[in-house]
């Protein structure tokens, strides 16, 4: 009979689905096990998972051996050649595997029986989670295709394995460390806010908002006690417990629908505490004690987050806020006929830190703005609101964090300011404000498929991607194709590496959303302010000068050849443009190059469909690059100028550094004349030329680009209206010779004096 992993490949990325059909952790592993087993035509499926302080693997579900080794196998790491796999982070297949020196004799388990024998590790990113395993009496019976197609779904498992592993863990600190359930749980005391009224702070992503003030990962803000002649009962938990469940299976499916890329499994973790036992039968336990439901989550929930919280293992840590949003889930559902109540809509989120993932949690969950209080938010997390339309605002005043419920809160992201309790005549100028962004998204209707300057010259306007989503954005506001996709969301989102298969479905979902069209996408750049949080980094005295972009794709080649191979294979009959950021030398280039070129190889031997010319760019932010700009040209398909890094380094100013941001300036004679030098080389070697960067939406700025000759512009979808409108307005030989006026100044003040800067 057939093997259809291609097709296992395809439906095993459909976890929500599995979720829906378990009842419990261990019944979700067993149906995972089942459906490889069946897909794979394989006699025996085991998943073991890895405990790491007493390095062992554990059976934990299986399909073919014997029911009752579930929980009894336990293998060392190194120990057999399942233990073998994971201590040498490589896939084992063998033709008898029986007969191995290697191979693990265990009695009563049945394994004798089996030959063929193919286990792969399952990792998050360097970390061990487990081994995946398959066995067959045919001897030989597994191939090499077996073995890639294993491989794919354990990268595609790891995530929800690596949740299960961890509900291990919390049972293990349960018996051991679990505080004391009857203890009751007090709310902590709020200190009046009666002078805040109006703060200024930074910008963080733009747009306005009027809600709430809930501060994030508070539970007793949704504390709801029956109203009088209410009581709830044992029956209205387990009601609220299966209504929040499928609210969560709901928003899971929702996400991974709509943000598919970076969206993949974020409710995982609150689907596996909800359907555990222990968690929903210590609540039960309590109330059948004599506790109201109420108490009860708050006592289970607090304790969770005390064991959370205090573990020496990080991806629990990581989990405190899960626990917190699904006990305050719980609560708000324990009111009959309050559908929708445990969402965030009506809510401005106040919080000291969010990481990515929770900023997905909060817009799945409809929340109307952020509010990050003290500490500058990092690019990606700016990025991110931007890309989800969140409005955003960092500002230094920590009393925020005790705001009382209820507290309306009014933010302009695009001012950096918030009121907190505005009278009716603030509330009327931002519903003013609301109405004018309104009128103006509504105008993008009015967008010309081509953009020309009032005497005739041609200027492409491409648009910046985060997310597939704002790919049709795009597609609706004409841009005549993605000038940069930053490809490191979905690596910053998840709590590890993407596999190269998930890779391969992101970038070929955003090619096909715009077919036809150029897409330019930057391979991995992370480092700098945008740091990977499963990944283990040097502490670095300044990171932007450190390891990132390129740099670390080089030096991590492993990761580097899954995205190039996702990318090469994603490409197949499209316009795709591959782009190298941080370029600092020709030498860079070529070994990035000659890294693609291996991974052509690879595919061809593997008879995998793939793109056989892919158009290779260097992007320009660094003066070294400026300077290497002509032989840059020469060896790369095209070149594109990342502005805001470029900026930085030109005039060694750390855009993200508050006390300095007032010498980052876009329009410094030293940055004009690099941006002027480029577009020549360019010119010279006949080689497409973009330009990226916030000088590319900025009115100021804008006659100076087309001006040296810039002919493509990249910028935020959102901002190819007001772009164009600009565009059009200007005469391009009257920019030439501003432009020329402009790179004879010397100063900093003449420049912004002929640009009409602070006046």
């Known amino acids: 009979m057939r093997k259809d992993n291609v097709d296992l490949i395809c439906n095993i990325g459909e976890l929500a689905g599995l979720f829906k059909k378990s009842s419990s952790l261990e019944d979700f592993l067993q149906t995972v096990v089942s459906i490889v087993a069946y897909h794979m035509r394989s006699a025996v499926c085991s998943v073991y998972l890895y405990n790491e302080n007493a390095q062992e693997l554990v059976l934990t579900a299986t399909q073919g051996l014997s029911a009752d080794s579930i929980g009894r196998v336990r293998l060392k790491l190194g120990e057999g050649l399942t233990g073998q796999a994971l201590k040498e982070l490589r896939p084992i297949r063998e033709g008898a595997g029986n007969r191995s020196p290697q191979y693990k004799f265990i009695p009563g388990i049945l394994e004798e029986r089996y030959q063929a ?91 306005i908002a009027i ?44 996400m991974d629908e709509r943000l598919a890329d970076v969206a993949s499994m974020i ?36 304790d969770y987050t005390h064991l959370f919280g205090n573990s020496a293992n990080p991806r629990l840590r990581e989990k405190v806020q899960d626990v917190k949003d699904l006990g305050r ?26 990481m990515p993932s929770d900023i997905l949690k909060l817009s799945a969950q409809r929340a109307e703005g952020l509010v990050l209080v003290s500490g500058g938010a990092t690019s990606h997390v700016s990025i991110l609101a931007r890309s989800l339309r969140l409005p955003m605002v960092i500002v230094e005043e920590r009393r925020l964090l005790t705001l009382p419920t209820p507290t309306l809160m009014a933010v302009d992201g695009d001012q950096g300011t918030l009121y907190v309790n505005p009278g009716p005549d603030v509330l009327r ?162 070994e990035a190059r000659a890294v693609v070129q291996e991974c052509q190889q690879e595919l061809t031997r593997e008879k995998l469909p793939h793109l056989a010319q892919p158009k290779l760019g260097a992007m320009i932010e660094l003066p070294s690059a400026v ?93 190819i209206p007001r772009v164009q409108q600009l565009i059009g307005q200007l005469d391009a030989g009257q920019a030439q010779s501003t432009a020329e006026r402009l790179l004879r100044m010397g100063k900093i003040s003449d420049v912004a004096a002929a640009l009409n800067i602070g006046a």
């Open 117 to 207: 024998f193919l286990a792969v590790p399952i990792m998050r990113g360097l970390d061990r989670v487990g081994v995946l395993v398959l066995q067959d009496p045919v001897a030989d019976y597994f191939d090499e295709n077996d073995t890639k197609a294993l491989q794919a779904i354990a990268a595609q498992l790891a995530a929800t394995i690596e949740n299960a592993k961890l509900l291990l863990t919390l049972h293990q600190l349960q018996e051991n460390t679990l505080a004391d359930l009857s203890a009751p749980v007090l709310p902590e005391a709020t200190e009046p806010l009666p002078e805040l009224k109006f703060l200024r702070g930074v910008a963080g992503a733009d747009g």
């Open 211 to 254: 809600g709430q003030a809930t501060v994030f990962g508070a539970l007793e803000e949704v504390h709801h006690e029956p109203a009088p002649g209410e009581h709830w009962t044992l029956e209205d938990f387990h009601r609220a417990l299966a209504k929040t469940e499928q609210q969560l299976e709901a928003l899971q499916l929702q």
């Open 267 to 302: 409710f995982s973790a609150h689907l596996l505490i909800v359907k555990d036992s222990k968690f929903s039968g210590t609540m039960v336990n309590l109330i059948e004690k004599g506790m109201t439901p109420e108490r009860a989550i708050e006592q289970v929930v607090s």
């Open 329 to 354: 889930r719980l609560v708000r559902n324990l009111r009959p006929g309050e559908e929708g109540g445990a969402d965030y809509r009506g809510r401005v989120i106040v919080a000291r830190e969010l």
């Open 429 to 590: 100028g931002f519903y003013e404000l609301m109405e004018g962004r309104r009128v103006l998204e509504r105008s993008a209707a009015e967008v010309k498929p081509v953009t020309e300057t009032r005497d005739g010259q041609r200027i492409r306007l491409m648009a910046n991607i985060n997310m597939i989503s704002e790919a049709r954005s795009a597609r609706a506001l004409q841009a005549e194709g993605v000038g940069l996709y930053r490809s490191e969301f979905p690596f910053i989102v998840r709590n590890d590496f993407p596999s190269e298969e998930e890779q391969y479905r992101i970038y070929r979902k955003l090619l096909d959303e715009l077919p036809g069209k150029p897409v330019v996408i930057r391979t991995l750049d992370v480092g700098g302010d945008k740091m990977l949080s499963y990944f283990p980094t040097v502490n670095e005295a300044n990171p932007f000068l450190g390891l990132r972009a390129i740099r670390f794709s080089l030096r991590y080649k492993d990761i580097f050849v899954r995205q190039l191979r996702a990318l090469l294979r994603a490409g197949v009959g499209t316009d795709l443009h591959i782009m190298f950021p941080l370029i600092s030398s020709v030498d860079d280039f070529v």
């Open 627 to 719: 300077e290497v700009a002509d032989e840059l040209a020469e060896e790369a398909d095209f070149l594109s100028i990342g502005g805001n890094d470029l900026v930085q380094y030109m005039l060694a100013v750390d855009r993200t550094n508050e006390h300095i941001s007032d010498l980052y300036v876009a329009y410094h004679p030293a940055v004009l004349r690099a941006l002027r030098r480029v577009v020549d080389a360019a010119r010279r070697h006949r080689k497409p030329l973009s330009f990226c960067g916030e000088m590319a939406a900025d009115p100021k700025m804008i006659p100076f680009l087309v001006g040296i000759g810039i002919r493509t512009i990249s910028v935020d979808a959102r901002q």
